[in-house]
């Protein structure tokens, strides 16, 4: 049996390795794609990602993966998980992940993606040899600048002690570096200027304005995990503490559940999405137990007030931007200091999970909102505290998760679902959730319609049907209300939300989708003298096709429709159209990627997102409103260790003289963009 396993493993390698090596990396672009093309932001996304391929940093050991740590790759359904489960059981050990092709419910592209995830042994930490391994690390340092032209208002001449000038250059850049050894030893640090900030001088004077270093080792023996320096750190569905970033409803209709990561490095440039400090998990049988601590100050906006003891600071709210060009913006840098410290006990068994997590989170300066409606029930003070348990149970084909969470000031929530293999052929996930006027949603990403989960209430269901081989219809309905007043609703709002999209792939290097979008939302509205409440409607309709038109060149093309309708039946529409060329030979150092885009949308509210490809490390999702164009292209070489990549954008406006707001606003209605990015790699 095993020679005929080690026989199998070499014909199958022979026949998927290339496929698997060369799909992951589209793949993931792909689903990343997803997830942030309505985010309506550019930036470093490499947070998220980091928590999206959890699976592919630790390695899963196929031969002793539990159900849901086999669920929590995000990319099979339970019945899947089922028959591997059962495959172990009649005929042991897998040799090879290769294996998993005997297994009828594993088709080739599932396996594809399961290749850079899965292992069939345990990568072990080993203190003794830690001199060893931290020089044997593969190592990256990477550099990045960026410009764009013509200026913004914010660098023209203005007095020096304005408010609202820039003083710093119109440069960005970036500083990586990150060492890891088998995936149980990282190491690295990060450094950024932003445009207009100073730079080793002023308010810069140490250089750049923004630091951050981590260490973090994984797997030896009792001892899980040890992070030093900056981390990041989730449990459960996300609602009694995951810090960075978080995800909401996207084309992925399947993606509802948040995945238990625990403490993991933090490696991007968001400069207060973050812990800093030290965290350890150890592990012993069917138990883990997680402890950190995180002090650190961050951005806000403060003010003074009279109190019982005379005058005293407050703060008003929290800058998350992490620009300090401005006088204003300097006043607001690292006005708070912000201590967070928890602990998580987990127990893992073959098909359920059991967590129970407990934070305190204290300020040195009160939160104080503005006495508006809808900020009454917000946190207001000092301190906090939460404690929340979740649970994450596999039985036959369904899959149970959610977690329950209480704290201080009331801030009750709870998120609870299901994932359900009807057939081989459908997959389905229901989930709904409560989150209290009063919830913390500080340190939280649990799923939400809002951009924060607090004062709402829903219930989501997806479903992916796959009526054929290279035919997928996958969607979903959110109906939510809104318990008590928002910042665009005074009164209790409401909304439903739902997607279908038919995805066919006739072969591995075409695809085809339709995808319609429609939400209606009960929102503020000034039809009468009384700002009562009325529903807004927003359509959007896509047609996308990625085909080869040789082995080296692709093309995808987009058409997308738009259209917003207020209470007052005023329709605005709008429509976005591209061309992408991508150029790519196997074994090549030099690949190339460009956009023609056009644009014709008549109002910001039916404004329509697309994602461009960018430089290593960057993510670009403008939201396009007016009536324009632009071009992009990207260039990407590698010559042995050395990886450059260039990235030049030009965007025209036919409908306006100016570019932006406020002081970031252009004199013009052309814009010129470059990133230029060098990575070296090197032991």
């Known amino acids: ?348 068994g073959k098909s359920l999970m059991l967590g129970l997590t407990g934070v305190f989170n204290a300020f040195d300066k009160p939160l104080i909102l503005d006495d508006k409606i809808y900020n009454r029930n917000y946190y207001s003070g000092k301190q906090y505290f939460k404690t929340g348990f979740n649970w994450d149970y596999y039985f036959k084909n369904i899959n149970f998760y959610g977690e329950a969470t209480t704290g201080s000031n009331h801030a009750n929530g709870y998120i609870a679902g299901a994932f359900i293999s009807l057939a081989n052929t459908i997959d389905l996930v229901i989930a709904n959730r409560y989150y209290s006027k009063t919830f913390i949603w500080y340190n939280t990403n649990a799923f939400s319609e809002n951009s924060n989960p607090n004062n709402e209430q829903g219930t989501y269901i997806g479903f992916n049907i796959k009526p054929y081989k290279n035919l997928l219809i996958s969607g979903f309905v959110d109906s939510y209300k809104l318990p008590w007043y928002s910042f665009y609703a005074d009164g209790r709002g409401k909304g439903i939300d739902y997607l279908t999209e038919l995805n066919f792939k006739p072969n591995k290097s075409s695809m085809f989708y339709v995808r319609l979008r429609t939400k209606q939302e009960l929102m503020n509205s000034n039809l009468t003298n009384y700002n009562g409440l009325n529903w807004y409607e927003k359509t959007n309709l896509r047609f996308h096709s990625e085909f080869k038109i040789s082995s080296t060149v692709s093309l995808k093309m987009r058409l997308e429709f738009s259209k917003y309708v207020t209470p007052e039946k005023i329709t605005h529409t709008g429509n976005l159209m591209y061309v992408d060329i991508i150029y790519r030979q196997f074994n090549s150092p030099f690949s190339f990627t460009s956009r023609v885009a056009f644009l014709n949308i008549n109002d910001f509210n039916a404004r329509i997102y697309a994602v461009e490809n960018d430089v290593l490390y960057s993510w670009s999702v403008p939201g396009f409103s007016g009536s324009g164009s632009k071009f992009y292209a990207l260039a990407k070489y590698k010559y042995k260790n050395i990886f450059t990549q260039c990235r030049y954008a030009y965007t025209s406006y036919y409908d306006r003289k100016t570019i932006g707001s406020g002081y970031s606003a252009v004199n013009s209605n052309n814009l010129h963009e470059i990133n230029i990015l060098i990575s070296y790699g090197f032991r």
């Not at 630790?58 to 591997?84: C, D, G, H, M, Y």
């Not at 407050?314 to 200091?337: Q, W």
């Open 1 to 348: 049996m095993k020679s005929f396993k080690f026989f199998l493993a070499f014909v199958l390698l022979s026949q998927i390795s290339f496929l698997a090596k060369a799909q992951s990396d589209d793949e993931q672009l792909k689903k990343l794609e997803k997830y942030i093309e309505n985010s309506d932001q550019s930036g470093d996304y490499n947070d998220l990602t980091d928590q999206l391929n959890f699976g592919i940093n630790k390695k899963l050991n196929l031969n002793k993966a539990t159900a849901f740590e086999l669920l929590s790759l995000n990319i099979l359904n339970p019945s899947q998980v089922r028959a591997i489960i059962m495959h172990r059981m009649e005929f042991g050990a897998f040799v090879s992940v290769l294996e998993l092709q005997t297994i009828n419910e594993i088709n080739k592209e599932t396996l594809a993606k399961l290749l850079p995830i899965l292992a069939v042994e345990d990568t072990h930490f080993n203190f003794t040899k830690l001199g060893q391994q931290l020089k044997n690390a593969q190592k990256e340092v990477t550099g990045l600048t960026s410009i764009s032209r013509p200026l913004s208002k914010g660098y023209e001449t203005l007095t020096k002690d304005s408010s609202l000038y820039y003083p710093g250059s119109p440069y960005r850049y970036q500083i990586r570096f990150r060492a890891n050894y088998n995936n149980s030893v990282q190491y690295g640090f990060n450094a950024e200027k932003d445009e207009g900030e100073d730079f080793f001088i002023r308010s810069n004077r140490k250089g750049f304005d923004y630091y951050s270093a981590h260490f973090f080792v994984s797997k030896h023996g009792i001892l899980q995990k040890v992070a030093l320096g900056d981390f990041q750190a989730s449990f459960g569905q996300g609602l009694t503490l995951s810090s960075g970033l978080g995800f909401g409803k996207s084309a992925l209709a399947m993606n509802v559940k948040r995945f238990n990561s625990g403490i993991r490095p933090y490696r991007s440039f968001n400069e207060n999405e973050f812990l800093r400090g030290a965290g350890v998990t150890y592990g012993y049988k069917n138990f883990e137990s997680t402890t950190f601590i995180s002090r650190h100050k961050i951005d806000a906006s403060t003010d003074t007030l009279n109190s019982e003891t005379g005058l005293e600071t407050i703060s008003k709210s929290f800058i998350t931007d992490g620009f300090h060009r401005t006088s204003l913006e300097i006043n607001k840098e690292k006005n708070v200091t912000k201590t967070l410290s928890g602990q998580n006990i987990t127990y893992k």
